[in-house]
């Protein structure tokens, strides 16, 4: 990232890992994943990083009626960059997940860059008793699940968005990943620059220790120059610190309550927008300036939300 970049704040406020049970402050309805995505924005996020859930349970729900139930009342209210899971969760058919970012045209779509083992089990043993009868199964399941995401599967995702201009957030859960984007990088089936969101902390990628941050950091400059933007997503209490490391790298940063449930040591985090202004203040701390909306269009080269489909 170019010393004279903003960065830029992407906040993820529900996705498919944490249950109702983990937090009342969750978002699951429509109307709480707006709330919660309105004040991130106010906050200094510039980009949503979204998921549906199923109001009734909150389990989630990659149909496309259930994004439509908060999305145009989202880019109603503010001018953020929208940003669509491709991902949805380990459980879900290729299909079903691409469906959303396919249909609706988002500016940015996120993109898992390999298969991965994604243990959320060790989560079970934190709670005694869940809510619903799902939770429990949903994470225990992870046992024995590879979320698969194969050179076919990928080059599936970037056909069916590509067509519609739509650009990626690449998640990159190891330095394996980082290699398979360069892979299509190679082949012009990727366009720079990209926006790299290197994933630290999930059981069965890339650890959360400093070096794994400076290793990730050296591998993609290696790979891929001038052509990319990084940015960082600490999974659980290593969120803050790994964002604080990174920012003063020069990267930018990822948070919200898909990615931790916490604002501090033993402290719940009642929104996405107080983590928001936690690692504002870090960026901010550090000299540098918070990247608005349209600067992340521009860093990012995203076509503008007149051309979305919601």
Request: net charge negative.
């Amino acid at each position: 990232m170019s010393d004279k970049e903003p960065v830029i704040i992407t906040c993820a406020v529900t996705g498919g890992i944490h249950t109702p049970t983990m937090s009342p402050y969750l978002p699951v309805t429509p109307d709480e994943i707006i709330a919660d995505s309105l004040g991130a924005v106010e906050a200094g996020a510039a980009i949503l990083h979204l998921h549906a859930r199923n109001p009734e349970d909150g389990r989630p729900d990659q149909s496309v009626e259930a994004f439509m139930r908060f999305l145009p009342r989202i880019r109603q209210a503010t001018n953020a960059v929208i940003n669509l899971t491709s991902g949805g969760s380990p459980h879900m058919k290729l299909e079903e997940r691409v469906k959303p970012a396919a249909e609706l045209r988002p500016e940015v779509a996120s993109l898992n860059m390999g298969s991965m083992n994604f243990g959320l089990f060790p989560l079970v043993e934190k709670y005694p008793e869940f809510k619903f009868e799902w939770e429990r199964r949903h994470l225990e399941s992870t046992r024995d699940v590879v979320f698969r995401n194969t050179f076919q599967d990928i080059e599936y995702i970037l056909s069916a968005c590509y067509a519609n201009e739509t650009r990626f957030e690449f998640e990159c859960y190891d330095i394996s990943h980082l290699y398979n984007l360069a892979h299509f990088a190679g082949r012009g089936l990727v366009k720079p620059p990209f926006f790299v969101q290197s994933v630290f902390g999930i059981l069965g990628g890339i650890g959360t220790h400093p070096e794994d941050v400076i290793h990730m950091k050296r591998t993609a400059d290696r790979l891929f120059g001038k052509d990319y933007r990084w940015s960082v997503l600490g999974a659980g209490a290593s969120q803050l610190r790994i964002a604080a490391q990174a920012a003063a790298m020069g990267a930018n940063v990822r948070v919200g309550l898909e990615d931790s449930l916490w604002a501090g040591p033993g402290r719940p985090a009642k929104s996405s927008a107080e983590q928001v202004t936690l690692v504002r203040q870090i960026i901010e701390g550090l000299g540098l300036r918070v990247a608005t909306p349209d600067e992340a269009r521009n860093i990012l080269s995203l076509k503008g939300a007149s051309a979305v489909g919601f």
